[in-house]
């Protein structure tokens, strides 16, 4: 059924700059929002035909804080940021990239 | 007198439907609207709550196929959906004249998707099919991001050409981490009356070959009859002739999607829908 992916068993808010994943796997994960934003994917932040980021990390505010976080279908989560891009769609996949665990 | 549409409100998810299931193809003319319509007159004879939500803008033709008993109202900003034979169903066809075309670019279409899917009271369903547009663009990318899909269940016939397209289609799925339940292959034979021989004449196995190499299940084979075809065009169940030759496989069809539905609602413990809302913590 190819739903070889990973999924979210809860989400949560830890302190005002950070939030916590468990996967469904049962891994669990503290998320800083400006390391986040950091790895914005959306094409603002990236050239869309080099790869090459354009987003200056040290723009990028370390107390940054969030507005809310929503899903995105069953794939990735958006996050509206306090300050800088929100425009990112962050997949599941280069979340647990994030955690240094990579599914097979 | 087709029904006024509201501004998009937005509501939260709606944890009362069970299974929402996307039937698609990738292309037109494989039969995705009679597979949903049949699917969900047999899941609803064995005895579920069922939804039809029928997402084609452009091309609306379940409203034929299951004609409403009661029409779709609307309270406030909200629709409550009409009433075919015992399943709730919403179209844009009920918000159209029947030959006016719904001539209407991408971005209006997929706010009319978004009030479909935010704004109908469906109520408590076990399932609410969800029959999809052909092709895998904006609208498909929509439905996939907001509908909270359970699964997805690929239609199509058994021709190469046909297979192709659904390929694609199940990409589009894989893309979005939207699980593929099945195949099931629709035209799939022709019963000759005289000696109740199967004729394949659009060729033979597409669909399970499909199945095979994409490693899903394989959901069952839909003939071809034309009274599949006249039931559609009349708006006659199925089930109101006995002898009809889609009920048999339908129901096998039926019988294998809910087993393999219970398989995958076993296999994940996962959130399906989330909204965090960001709050001050003092610190201690």
């Known amino acids: 059924m190819n739903a070889n992916a990973f ?29 986040v934003q950091k790895q914005c994917p959306c094409a603002g932040c990236n050239d869309e035909i080099t790869g090459k980021k354009l987003l200056d ?32 769609i962050y997949g599941f996949d280069m979340l647990r990239k994030m955690v240094g665990v990579h599914h097979a | 007198m087709p029904l006024q549409m509201y501004q998009e409100q937005k509501s939260p998810p709606k944890p009362k439907i069970k299974n929402i299931i996307g039937i698609a193809a990738g292309k037109g003319g494989v039969g995705k609207s009679t597979i949903t319509v049949n699917l969900a007159l047999t899941l609803k004879q064995l005895g579920y709550s069922v ?33 075919c034979q015992g399943i709730k169903m919403i179209s844009m066809a009920y918000f159209r004249k029947e ?61 190469d050409v046909a297979v192709m397209d659904v390929r694609k289609a199940m990409n589009m799925f894989n893309q979005v981490k939207i699980p593929v339940i099945g195949v099931v292959e629709n035209m799939s034979y022709f019963l000759q009356q005289s000696n109740q021989e199967k004729v394949y004449i659009f060729g033979k196995g597409g669909g399970e070959r499909l199945a095979r ?10 003939p071809l009859d034309p009274k599949i075809c006249a039931s559609g065009d009349q708006g006659k169940s199925m089930y109101s002739d006995e002898n009809h030759p889609a009920v048999a496989p339908f129901k096998e069809l039926a019988k294998n999607f809910i087993g393999h539905l219970d398989l995958l609602s076993s296999q994940h413990d996962h959130l399906q829908a989330f909204e965090l809302v960001w709050k001050e913590v003092s610190a201690s």
């Not at chain 1, 999924?7 to 390391?35: M, V």
């Not at chain 2, 935010?118 to 663009?137: A, K, R, S």
């Not at chain 2, 994409?214 to 839909?222: K, V």
Request: glycine share 8%; with cysteine.
């Open chain 1, 57 to 88: 990390e040290k723009s990028i505010k370390e107390d940054v804080r969030a507005v809310r976080i929503v899903n995105v279908g069953r794939y990735a989560l958006r996050i509206q940021f306090t300050l800088g891009c929100s425009n990112g």
């Open chain 2, 51 to 83: 939804g039809v939500l029928d997402t084609d803008i452009y091309g609306p033709s379940i409203r034929k196929m299951l004609p409403e008993d009661r029409m779709p109202t609307q309270k406030g900003e909200l629709i409550a959906p009409a009433l």
């Open chain 2, 213 to 222: 190499e994409s490693e899903i299940p394989f959901l069952g084979a839909i």
């Open chain 1, 7 to 35: 999924l979210i068993k809860t989400i949560a808010q830890k302190d005002n700059h950070i939030f916590t994943i468990e996967w469904a796997d049962g891994i669990a994960h503290d998320y800083r929002l400006s390391s």
């Open chain 2, 99 to 159: 030959n006016e075309a719904a001539v209407v670019r991408a971005p209006i279409a997929n706010g009319l998707i978004k009030q479909f899917l935010n704004n109908v009271e469906w109520g408590n369903l076990d399932f609410l099919l969800i029959d999809f547009p052909p092709g895998t663009g904006d609208i498909q990318l929509t439905i996939s991001q907001q509908a909270h899909l359970t699964c997805a269940l690929m239609v199509t016939t058994p021709q």
